[in-house]
């Protein structure tokens, strides 16, 4: 198989690039090792900044979300009982749109089916050679036959634990990271909302989150131990537990069945620079984030946006300053997405028993719920920076 752009992961990172080629009239491929159910059903983020959402809308692909998304033009931050509200559209004058991950995975997936571009699911042995070549290539199994595409690009689109970062020398790639000492309890429950729009709380038992993926499905979190096993956790124990983190008076937290529940545990991650030779690492395969600050999603975004953006202008001859800087120019936002989620998470999480660290979290909230300028900061962050300088 021959195409211009070879692509590795049929996430959102992936699916995007290639929505975006294709308006450009650049040829790809998308392989992925996971089948098509597999990457409808997995739960993952669902709050898509303003920039975003605008993008999707921009090429052809928002119109479910324009009709099944919620606007937020805000949030809350809950300190030990009390209630503050961040006002995004008098702070900084955008919204941000709870969809789910995998409904614009949907959505991506429908498509590219449209554009009739090729799109291969339950693929094996994947493997790329010739990277610093002027003909990189992609191997792999599908449907029991060994197959190769030869191309002018590899996007390395395959997640955190795809092949390939492995593929770069390590003498060639720095690694920054930081495991967390705790995770998020999460479960998806059947049952309307509680409030209307998020609500972080910061609490002396831990952290909790009250989110949502519909208007009939909410999505909520409590912070637990990164090992510990959700079912020793019973339906009655969590209820129990997000009441009394959440609690406020004259305020009742609505409960369902609960339809799925997990433990995911909690990272900093950042490989630079995010190139080798024609190899572009794209979203999760380069960086993650704490979910704190919901950033994984849009970060993957920014990334095929950019990798979209250079190689516009490589293919219409305008030369190859934007592949060169691809890396420079999304570590920039990355970066940025990694501060804010790693403050997020700080100041909102149980951290220890020390009361020196206990106070500096309250004096740090009280600042950013009773600042107007704090909360400026906030909001322009949490929305997501259109530029970054």
């Known amino acids: 198989m021959r195409t211009q752009v070879g692509i590795i992961g049929a996430g959102p990172a992936g699916l995007m690039l290639a929505r975006l080629l294709h308006l450009a009239g650049i040829s790809s491929i998308i392989i992925e090792n996971r089948d098509e159910a597999y990457i409808y059903n997995r739960i993952r983020a669902g709050l898509i900044e303003h920039w ?3 993008l999707l809308t921009d090429v052809g692909v928002g119109d479910r979300m324009k009709r099944d998304g919620v606007l937020h033009w805000g949030n809350y931050i809950g300190v030990n009982g009390e209630l503050h509200h961040m006002d995004f559209k008098a702070l900084v004058g955008k919204r941000v749109t709870i969809y789910g991950q995998q409904e614009v995975v949907k959505d991506l997936v429908a498509q590219r089916r449209a554009d009739g571009g090729e799109l291969m699911f339950e693929v094996s042995d994947v493997s790329v050679h010739n990277l610093t070549s002027a003909k990189p290539s992609i191997r792999f199994t599908h449907q029991g036959r060994a197959e190769t595409i030869d191309c002018d690009i590899v996007a390395g689109c395959d997640g955190f634990h795809g092949i390939c970062r492995p593929s770069i020398p390590t003498d060639r790639m720095r690694i920054f990271e930081r495991e967390y000492p705790f995770g998020w ?4 429950a059947e049952v309307a ?3 209307d729009e998020l609500v972080y709380t910061h609490h ?4 909790a989150l009250l989110s949502l993926r519909s208007p009939e499905l909410s999505r909520y979190y409590i912070q637990c131990d990164p090992d510990e096993d959700a079912d ?3 339906d009655d124990a969590i209820w129990a537990e997000l009441r009394e983190r959440t609690a406020l008076e004259g305020w009742q937290l609505e409960e369902g069945p609960i339809l799925e529940k997990g433990v995911t545990g909690m990272r900093s991650f950042v ?7 024609r190899l572009f690492l794209v979203g999760d395969a380069a960086h993650i984030v704490p979910p704190t600050g919901a950033k994984g999603l849009n970060l993957a975004v ?8 250079g190689l516009i202008e490589w293919y219409g001859g305008e030369g190859d300053a934007g592949l060169r800087s691809y890396s420079k120019t999304c570590l920039r936002r990355v970066w940025r997405a990694e ?8 100041m909102l999480h149980k951290q220890s028993d020390d009361p020196f660290e206990q106070r500096l979290q309250l004096s740090q909230l009280r600042y950013v719920t009773s600042s107007q300028a704090a909360a400026a900061s906030l909001a322009e962050n949490y929305v997501g920076l259109t530029t970054m300088g």
């Open 204 to 207: 002396p038992r831990g952290f």
């Open 271 to 277: 490989a630079e620079p995010m190139q080798h030779g």
């Open 302 to 309: 920014a990334d095929a946006r950019t990798l979209a953006e």
């Open 339 to 346: 501060h804010f989620s790693y403050w997020m998470t700080t």
């Open 232 to 234: 020793a956790w019973s």
């Open 193 to 195: 909302p509680s409030v």
């Open 52 to 54: 975003a959402a605008d």
């Open 185 to 188: 309890l999460g479960i998806l």
